[in-house]
């Protein structure tokens, strides 16, 4: 299985920061990442897909990106509802999810 | 719009049983994967089992084969999974998933709100 791993696991910033999550595959997974966000009580959402592609109707504040197996997502203009935990997830074969960011005001 | 509405969750005893249920509107359900991903109290997301468009192909996280069965009705538009030999660590709000593809391990564009599974005496 391809683990995943995220840092940090939790973050503090304010609204209007520039926030950077990163994920790392323990094997070359090509583009195959997806970022998910998750508020709680509700239902994860797909941000990002294809590492850099953003899903129909998410925000272009939010944006992906690789360099081999390390995966950014940034949030740039941090936004209320923003605050929520992250998670990336790797589709290249079974799907696994990294532990998640949380972002915290 | 797309909809997906969980239900079938509850309290149940260790080794117990249950089947959820997830209700899918708004898109075209045969063209389409879809997984069950559930969530622990205080954990992360763990994918649990997908199945493919036509329902011919089924898998499994290492952590259910042999206790789960996911099985959907396209004429209906129904997604399922029988929870079987229940555990208290399967305890978790379990979530119905759309992929963006006929293929299991496609991205989940769309999710439900989840249904709560307890296993507990």
């Known amino acids: 299985d391809v683990q995943m791993t995220q840092s940090p696991s939790s973050l503090s910033a304010s609204v209007g920061d520039r926030v950077t999550i990163t994920c790392r595959a323990s094997q070359s997974i090509s583009t195959y990442l997806n970022w998910y966000q998750h508020r709680p009580g509700k239902a994860p959402k797909l941000l990002i897909y294809a590492a850099s592609s953003l899903h129909s109707g998410v925000p272009s504040r939010f944006s992906g990106s690789r360099s081999g197996t390390d995966f950014t997502l940034t949030i740039s203009g941090l936004q209320p509802a923003d605050f929520a935990t992250y998670y990336c997830q790797q589709s290249y074969n079974a799907p696994t999810f990294g532990p998640g960011t949380k972002v915290l005001i | 719009e797309v909809q997906l509405l969980e239900s079938g969750g509850d309290l149940v005893q260790p080794g117990g049983s249950l089947r959820l249920s997830c209700a899918a509107s708004g898109f075209t359900f045969t063209n389409y994967a879809m997984s069950w991903v559930r969530q622990a109290p205080g954990k992360g997301l763990e994918w649990v089992s997908g199945?493919?468009?036509?329902?011919?192909?089924?898998y499994y996280a290492d952590s259910v084969k042999g206790r789960f069965t996911i099985s959907r009705d396209n004429s209906d538009n129904t997604l399922y999974l029988q929870v079987d030999s229940l555990r208290a660590e399967d305890t978790a709000v379990y979530y119905c998933a759309k992929g963006r593809s006929p293929y299991y391990t496609a991205p989940f564009d769309f999710w439900g709100q989840g249904t709560l599974v307890t296993v507990s005496s």
């Open positions: 199945i493919s468009d036509s329902g011919t192909n089924t």
